[in-house]
């Protein structure tokens, strides 16, 4: 009992943030995170993310609706900040009073965040290095997420441990900081407590629940699939500057490696301008990342997964990993 209350108070800041139970936040995923995974994290105490990765703004119109439908406990939606139709998209949100706005893939672009923080959004940003941190502070974001290498999907090069102890140390007092990246235990959850942090996200830890509609394949490649098989692309010419992504190995992962080539020879003979080569390599992942996970080709689809996917065992309900995880992280914290 007296650990129960040691567990919450270390996620205070956490929970009165979100407005959940408990301060883990299932951290958006492209194609998984949709209304049904997002309604049963939030409704198991957590704090479920909409990713709306390349959606227009009429299909999160639907999927918001649609999330409410199936709970009244607060979520997020996860927002890319390169997409075109940015400001759409937080005005759709703003339409339904959605309270908290994740901002992922970079700087955001000038006017983003006094947008949604006039929708009455809360604003989550992704930091990637202390500089940047202390940059979204001075902006006025409500919480940060620092995600190490471990993660699976795009990637920065630093690994959580070493990004939590330069971080948290010197801005936890200021924002609450969600960790994320390479989580899969209770244990891992308290320590980064323990450190300053007021909550954590996770995301391959929850591809396998009963809940998530990823094919069989894909939560089958999970199950099967050890931390070493999480490997993370190369990049192939230093003009065509790619953002590492992390997933498991298969013929998908060398036809990333073949594409870069085509495109780098595209721009060598002057067919494609930079950004159009860019573009088409972001999308050769949104692409891949579906054909894994809604069609269930995990051997020529990206089948992103973080390092932890070697903890993943069996398919759980939602329920069961919440209740697990905290249920370890009140151990560890007892001990
Ligand atoms: C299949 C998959 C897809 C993901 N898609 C996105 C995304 O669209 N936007 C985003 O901000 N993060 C994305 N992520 C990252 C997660 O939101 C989360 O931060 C990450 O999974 C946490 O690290 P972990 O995988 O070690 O638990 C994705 C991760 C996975 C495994």
Known sequence: MQSQSKLSHLMKRGTDLLGSETAIMCGAMSWVSERNLVSAIS????????????????????????????????????????????????????KHEVTHVVLAGGLPPKGSLEAIKATGAKVICFAPALSLAKKFLRSGVDAIVIEGMEAGG????????????????????????????????????AGYLEMGASGVQLGTRFVCAHESIAHPNFKKAFIRGNARDAITSVQVDARLPVIPVRALKNKGTEEFTKKQI???KLLDAGEIEMGEAQL????????????????????????????????VKAEESVAEIV?????????ALAR
């Open 323 to 331: 209740k697990s995880l905290t249920d370890e992280a009140e151990a």
């Open 262 to 264: 085509e495109v780098a």
């Open 280 to 311: 088409q390599i972001e999308h050769f992942w949104a692409g891949a990342l579906r054909k894994a996970v809604i069609d269930g080709d995990v051997e020529n689809g990206s089948v992103m997964a973080g390092q932890s996917v070697g903890m």
């Open 43 to 94: 409704n198991a105490g957590g704090f479920g993310v909409i990713a709306c990765g390349a959606m227009t703004p009429d299909l999160l119109d639907t999927e918001i609706a649609e999330t409410k439908k199936l709970t009244s406990k607060p979520f997020g939606v996860n927002l890319i900040t390169m997409h075109p139709d940015l400001m759409a998209l937080i005005a759709v949100c703003g």
């Open 154 to 189: 795009h990637i920065g090069p630093v690994s959580t441990s070493v990004l939590a102890q330069e971080i948290l140390p010197e801005l936890a007092k200021e924002v609450p900081i969600f960790v994320a990246g390479g989580i899969a235990r209770g244990s891992a959850i």
